[in-house]
């Protein structure tokens, strides 16, 4: 899998992609390398190798190459259906030990494993997660909100938002706006709002500009001035 990908690589495609996904010095994908391989083709790759064993998965998760991990966390996407508890203990260990590492690879996970995973039971790990020092942890909680939101439960994504209301990191800022946003889009906007009504004028400006996304103008506007 890994020659698949290398193969599929581009080399102009690599560079791009290091500034694409902040790998410099000092920001948050510091020293992060990639072979050039865009999603779609990483995706195409992926269903070829569908019955990856979980072992062969766990050293994806582990490589230094970007796309190899996302390869690995889109494989235990694939596989949690059929072995939910197996997956998810396989990505959270990943998680814990900092290989799930860029908002894409948790994008394109935690709603689909972690959330179904705690969505009818215990829900004490989101929170855990979000109080973690580790910014990818934190996405990871609030991302896997998005399985809640889908089946009409904005609760939790509530707790978490104004849990996080304080959260230093942009893109943080970018995943709770988001999240609330598809809560007034997906489960109930006078919801959403009442959330704005308490907690806009101490929301970050990016978290407060995309959650307020899709209102109508005069209310992005009424919301907005608040700050």
Known sequence: MRAALRDAGNSDDAVFLQRFFKTGPG???????FYGVRVPAT?????????LPLDEIDRL????????????VLLLVARFRKDPDA???RYLAAVYRGR????DIVDASAEFIVGPWVRDGDRSLLFE????????????AVLSTFDFIKHGDP?????LAESLL?????????????????????VDRSALLGFLDRHAAEMPRTMLSYATEHLEPEQRTHYRALR
């Open 27 to 33: 920001q948050y994908g510091e020293g992060d390398v």
């Open 43 to 51: 995706r195409v790759i992926v269903k070829a190798f569908r019955d």
């Open 61 to 72: 998760l582990d490589d230094p190459v970007h796309e190899c991990r996302l390869a690995g």
């Open 87 to 89: 997956v998810a203990s």
């Open 100 to 103: 799930v590492n860029n908002w």
């Open 129 to 140: 997660l979000a109080a973690s020092p580790s910014l990818w942890q934190r996405r990871v």
């Open 155 to 159: 609760s939790t994504t509530f707790a």
């Open 166 to 186: 304080d959260d230093p990191e942009d893109l943080m800022h970018k995943a709770v706006g988001w999240m609330l946003r598809e809560v007034g889009k997906r």
